[in-house]
């Protein structure tokens, strides 16, 4: 029966796995995390972060001096804020490693709750709002909907017993993706001439650590990108970024779980390289601050696989720097003429005044909704196909936050479009809904495929989903944030090495320790 195949090889269904588990602390499935002392320091946390983040957080937030409105914007605001908070306190405190369902809800609670809600106290937004006040309570609702939808496909997915692929007896195939070796060095040869030929376009290392307003100029004086197009420039940043960063993240992994890799000089010496490589490309001086976070997260739960101290750290101080450091963090997007001096008399002041706009730009694109209609896919459709020069398709949709901004008429229309935001715009309420209920089972899923992937029954240091998960999962921020059509670029190249370099026949080099 299916019941009993899950529980002996799927950390779902697991009453008879459970009790193997305690016989044998770091067994197949747990990492050895010396449960009854998380157990206590788990109660002991549980009590001041649930307040925290639940409670106290939001309350300061809204004795704030402020103009703002306490109507059902501010209430309806609140109610997810703490929504919010409650759920990433359940992913924090949690004895699993949940990083895509994490890192969703440490967006939505700093973007979507905490932000938001001092905006509504305080009576300022990032961006302005250029329908009624409706939208807004509209917008409110449906993100906390959304949440809900997301919620319940996780939910359903851990209802779902979860089979282990094994491989067939031959060794043909059917068992979990593995990097085949010789293509991953291919990959690592890929990484550093695509990388070369970026730095070279741009004039030297020297150009990635002055700042993003000269990257953008250097790459428009290059002739790779046009007025009418961006996608030579995606190309260009896409392919001189994700594969070191990829290359990176596998010969990090190796080390990690190889003792005859940190034993070898030649993968030492490469993984020295491709550190060298990202340092100068994928550095925080010359990439945008979302970037760099899914390089950071990405490496950290690479580097880091079984540690659920790490994951743990990762979340709980993300919503503090968040708050606090983010807003300050685009000192290099400009040169120092063109830098802009912050000025705040509160800590919560930035958070109304920069950088989170999501859900001010989903209640105006309600409105521009109501005044053009749903795209019913179009929007969709051009993120997709983002590789589709504009000259070959004269009717490709633009950014939907691109198109907003136009419509409300902003000189500056580099806004944010969120994914509740992407969905609305095509399928309206009911899409929204079945989307974000899709997207949660598809995270719970992939969540429960990595907790096996790092554990030692998994495929080794050569597992794809093993480096793939902690990518997505950094990369949920930009997708979160959006728009789709600039997330789509990076994210189809990542999504093509791993396809060229995966092979699902087993390697006997893969399971080398």
């Not at 490469?270 to 925080?284: H, I, Q, T």
């Amino acid at each position: 029966m299916t019941s009993v195949h899950t529980s002996a090889h799927g950390p779902a269904g697991e009453a008879p796995a459970r009790a193997e588990r305690s016989k044998a602390p770091g067994g197949p499935f747990e990492p050895p995390e010396r449960p009854i002392a998380w157990a206590m320091l788990s109660r002991a946390l549980s009590v001041p972060l649930i307040l925290g983040l639940v409670c106290f957080l939001p309350a300061v937030i809204a004795a704030q001096p402020g103009s703002g409105v306490r109507d059902t914007a501010y209430w309806l605001q609140l109610v997810l804020t703490c929504y919010a908070g409650a759920r990433l306190s359940t992913m924090i405190l949690s004895t699993r490693r949940r990083l895509l369902q994490g890192v969703f809800w440490m967006f939505v609670y700093i973007a979507m709750g905490v932000a938001p809600f001092a905006q509504v106290v305080i009576g300022q937004t990032p961006t302005p709002m250029v329908g009624p006040r409706s939208d807004l309570v509209t917008a409110i609702a449906m993100i906390l909907v959304g949440c809900a939808a997301f919620d319940l496909g996780a939910l359903l997915a851990s209802r779902r017993p979860l089979r282990r692929r094994t491989p067939s007896a031959r060794g043909s195939g059917g068992g979990p993706a593995l990097a085949h070796p010789l293509r991953l060095r291919l990959l690592v040869l890929l990484a550093f001439a695509a990388s070369g030929f970026y730095v070279l376009k741009l004039g030297g290392p020297a150009v990635f650590f002055s700042s993003r307003q000269e990257i953008s100029e250097t790459v428009a004086a290059s002739g790779v990108a046009s007025a009418e197009s961006n996608v030579g420039s995606a190309f260009l940043k896409g392919f001189g970024t994700v594969p070191a960063l990829l290359a990176l993240l596998f010969y990090t992994r190796r080390l990690v779980t190889s003792y005859r890799a940190r034993r070898t000089p030649s993968t030492v010496l490469v993984w020295v390289a491709l550190a060298g490589l990202n340092l100068v490309v994928n550095n925080p001086v010359s990439n945008a601050r979302y970037w760099f976070l899914t390089v950071l997260v990405s490496l950290l739960f690479t580097a880091f696989p079984s540690s659920a101290a790490v994951y743990r750290t990762v979340l709980a101080t993300g919503v503090v720097g968040a708050l606090v450091l983010f807003p300050y963090a685009d000192k290099f997007r400009y040169d120092e003429e063109g830098q802009k001096t912050v000025q705040s008399a509160s800590v919560f002041e930035p958070l109304a005044t920069k950088d989170y706009d999501q859900t001010v730009m989903f209640a105006n694109t309600i409105s521009w909704v109501d005044a053009r209609g749903h795209t019913y896919g179009r929007q969709l459709a051009g993120s997709a196909l983002f590789f589709v020069p504009r000259a070959v398709w004269s009717g490709k949709p633009e950014d939907t936050g691109v198109r907003v901004g136009q419509w409300m008429g902003m000189r500056m229309t580099n806004l944010s479009a969120p994914l509740w935001t992407e969905i609305w715009v095509d399928f309206g309420a009911t899409g929204m809904i079945g989307g974000m209920a899709l997207i949660g089972y598809g995270a719970a899923r992939t969540d429960r495929r990595y907790a096996l992937a790092v554990t030692r029954a998994g495929p080794g240091p050569a597992g794809v989903l093993a480096i793939a998960a902690p990518l997505i999962a950094g990369y949920t921020f930009i997708l979160l944030r959006g728009p789709l059509l600039q997330a789509a670029g990076k994210l189809a190249i990542a999504a093509l090495c791993l396809l060229l370099i995966s092979t699902f026949r087993e390697q006997r080099a893969a399971r080398r320790r």
